[in-house]
């Protein structure tokens, strides 16, 4: 099974500020199609999750360009470029090259010093 | 505007069954995978299970192997997670997701497991 880890578990920071977090997969998530599925979620206290980032890079629709997404093979990083009041919450990866079954990291907490 | 709305959560002791749903509109639901993933109080996400298009395949965490079931209606547009035998352990905010990646997910519906 593909395990996802994610770092750090709390991340403080000062409103405009960056801010960055790691994930990392047990195997690659590269794809025998050549694609990288990997995905970031945003979850805000007491909401659903709504996905930020697509395939390692891509935002979805109505998400700022403050945040943005890298990475390959089993390293992957979120950075949102200058943190507002609404960033807060938990951060989780997740892998869905190895479907049917989808893993998710452990989450990161983003909360404002 | 896509829409997935769960109901079906509550209440129940530890061995019982329960039957979640989710409603899906404002998307093409026959032509995407479905799935539910579930979150313990103040937990992270876990997946809980996925179904093809047309229901031909199914998956599951090991977890719920065998006590669980994912289906499908594709005429009524709607979701399911049959859930038997549940354990204390099954407590939780089940969400229902669409799309491979998850594009988008429903408010949820809480199950809490009593022993």
């Known amino acids: 099974d593909v395990v996802m880890t994610q770092s750090p578990l709390s991340l403080p920071v000062t409103l405009g500020q960056p801010a960055s977090i790691s994930c990392r997969s047990s195997?690659?998530?590269?794809?025998?199609?050549?694609?990288?599925?990997l995905n970031w979620f945003h979850q805000r206290p007491g909401q659903s999750p709504r996905r930020l980032i697509y395939q390692v890079s891509n935002r979805d629709s109505g998400v700022p360009d403050r945040f943005s997404g890298s990475g390959s093979g089993t390293d992957f990083t979120l950075k949102i470029s200058r943190v507002e009041a609404e960033d807060v919450g938990v951060y989780y990866c997740?892998?869905?090259?190895?479907?049917?079954?989808?893993?998710f990291g452990g989450g990161t907490k983003v909360e404002i010093k | 505007e896509v829409q997935l709305v769960e109901s079906g959560g509550g209440l129940v002791q530890a061995g019982e069954s329960l039957r979640l749903s989710c409603a899906a509109s404002?998307?093409?639901?026959?032509?995407?995978?479905m799935s539910w993933v579930r979150q313990a109080p103040g937990k992270g996400l876990e997946w809980v299970a996925n179904i093809k298009e047309d229901g031909s395949a199914k998956s599951y965490v090991d977890s719920v192997e065998g006590r669980f079931t994912i289906s499908r209606d594709n005429a009524k547009t709607s979701l399911y997670l049959q859930m038997n035998s549940l354990r204390a352990e099954d407590t939780a905010v089940y969400y229902c997701?669409?799309?491979?990646?998850?594009?988008?997910w429903g408010r949820g519906t809480l199950v809490t497991v009593f022993s």
């Open positions: 404002g998307f093409t639901f026959s032509k995407h995978w």
């Open positions: 195997q690659s998530l590269v794809h025998s199609d050549g694609n990288t599925y």
């Open positions: 997701a669409a799309y491979r990646n998850l594009g988008c």
């Open positions: 997740m892998q869905a090259t190895h479907w049917p079954a989808l893993t």
